[in-house]
């Protein structure tokens, strides 16, 4: 069936049935706006992401119903990065014409079972044709306690820096598919996990003086952090966590750490921490690694090379208008 025979409101209807009811949706999709009740004592976080036909995605690298997910995942990260709870999404989608329904069910399903995976609820949006690409656009809200929000702007010099995870397989994957492979990083790349629960334990426990997802690549997001807090930081190329299928592309490409260093869409938590909390990071649910140190914002970003040379680093990251 083409989206055509269906119509708008059709699919409205069709996605509205499909929407599980939750707690604090007074009226969810169906009217002028959703009506939501948040918990007492906490506040608002509110993010919003763009995913475009072959800017972010391409269909053909990727089955519509991960593609749903990743669309919850990408902006669900950005709650998980302030240390907040996810709690509803929008939806906006620009269709292509002559879209098939069954691909859209898949996208749908896909993005449900994500909201559901992180304990959110889709509760509007809208859709309209796209003379063009396929059009994702998502906003996601979630809560945070008024005193555990962490912000970019609270690192402090002697500050610690960790991240979680591994860096630099969503690139990895990305430049194996561009070649025309299959690797076997893709999951990262087409189905990342946004890391909620670790953001969640670091804020409760009062832990990073800063924080931010690694979205952009390493580098761009720490300068995020160095900024907001005008320091600067020094980062261990050592010590970047890997995981093993970069280990080996590095074996033979040791140029390749810059994948880690700047490759992008890892989703992982970055945040400084200071000497005083450190202690803390045990109760954590899943390991972080030191990577680097906050120092005085006059020296700027550096990266210790293995061999112990600083060199100046560019925040490098993906930058959608630099002209290539």
């Known amino acids: 069936m083409k989206l055509s025979e269906l119509g708008e409101f059709g699919f409205i209807e069709r996605i509205r049935q499909a929407v599980a009811k939750a707690p604090g949706v007074v009226v969810g999709i169906g009217d002028d706006c ?13 993010s919003t992401d763009l995913l475009i036909e072959d800017v972010h995605f391409r269909r053909a690298w990727t089955d519509m119903e991960l593609l749903g997910r990743k669309s919850v995942s990408v902006n669900v990260s950005d709650i998980a990065a302030m240390g907040g709870t996810p709690r509803h999404l929008y939806l906006g989608l620009g269709i292509p014409a002559g879209f098939a329904i069954e691909d859209l069910d898949a996208f749908v399903a896909g993005f449900l079972a994500a909201c559901a995976d992180y304990g959110a609820t ?34 402090q010099v002697g500050d610690a820096v960790y991240v979680s995870g591994t860096l630099g397989d969503s690139a990895l994957a990305l430049r194996r598919l561009q070649a025309g492979e299959t690797p076997e990083t893709a999951g990262r790349h087409h189905n990342p996990r946004a890391r909620v629960e670790l953001g969640r334990a670091l804020a409760s426990a009062r832990i990073p003086s800063a924080m931010i ?27 970047l966590p890997v995981s093993t299928s970069l280990r080996a592309a590095l074996d033979s490409d040791s140029e390749r750490i810059e994948l880690a260093l700047s490759g992008g869409e890892d989703y992982e938590l970055l945040f400084t921490v200071s000497p ?49």
């Open 34 to 46: 959703a009506v939501l009740e948040l918990p007492p004592g906490e506040r608002l976080l509110t």
């Open 213 to 239: 997802d690694v979205s952009d690549g390493l580098l761009a997001d720490l300068g995020h952090i160095l900024e907001a807090s005008v320091v600067g930081a020094e980062v261990d190329e050592a010590a």
């Open 276 to 324: 005083e909390r450190e202690a803390a990071l045990a109760v954590l649910p899943e390991p972080v690694t030191r990577i680097g140190t906050i120092v005085h914002g006059s020296a700027g970003l550096a990266v210790k090379k293995r061999n112990g040379d600083l060199r100046p680093a560019a925040l490098a990251g993906y930058n959608h208008f630099r002209q290539r």
């Open 122 to 155: 889709l509760v509007g949006g809208d859709t309209c044709r796209s003379p063009g690409p396929l059009l994702i656009s998502v906003t996601v809200e979630g809560t945070v306690p008024v005193d555990e929000l962490v912000c970019r702007s609270g690192a």
